[in-house]
């Protein structure tokens, strides 16, 4: 999987996420995403493009629609294995749904 399958995974699910860092910051939901890692997984003597990436989402909503959105996508999708946490902030009363991926 590339960066711009990645990119266009996460946009199809949130079209207002951003890479690195979201415009939509400190509103009352938002998601970024980035690559964080390659990995090493060959086949037929050639890498095959292997790529670990996180995708957060930061909301105030206890049953966020968005977060439910990845949690469905990922599961549906055969080319990518994932971890799903999630953390309370106190400071800031965001919940952060931390997607961990491994994408081939």
């Given at each position: 999987?590339?960066?711009?399958?990645?990119?266009?995974?996460v946009?199809?699910?949130?079209?207002?996420?951003?890479?690195?860092?979201?415009?939509?910051?400190?509103?009352n939901?938002?998601?970024?995403w980035?690559?964080?890692?390659?990995?090493?997984?060959?086949?037929?003597?050639?890498?095959?493009?292997?790529?670990?990436?996180?995708?957060?989402?930061?909301?105030?909503?206890?049953?966020?629609?968005?977060?439910?959105?990845?949690?469905?996508?990922?599961?549906?999708?055969d080319?990518?294995?994932?971890?799903?946490?999630?953390?309370?902030?106190?400071?800031?009363g965001?919940?952060?749904?931390?997607?961990?991926?491994?994408?081939i």
């Open positions: 999987m590339t960066i711009d399958e990645v990119r266009a995974f946009i199809g699910i949130d079209p207002k996420a951003g890479h690195y860092h979201s415009a939509h910051e400190g509103r939901a938002f998601t970024r980035q690559e964080t890692d390659t990995l090493p997984y060959m086949g037929d003597g050639k890498h095959l493009g292997a790529l670990r990436f996180q995708i957060d989402r930061f909301t105030k909503t206890e049953d966020d629609e968005i977060a439910d959105a990845f949690e469905a996508a990922l599961e549906m999708a080319d990518i294995a994932f971890n799903h946490l999630t953390d309370y902030e106190r400071e800031t965001y919940i952060h749904h931390i997607f961990d991926c491994e994408a």
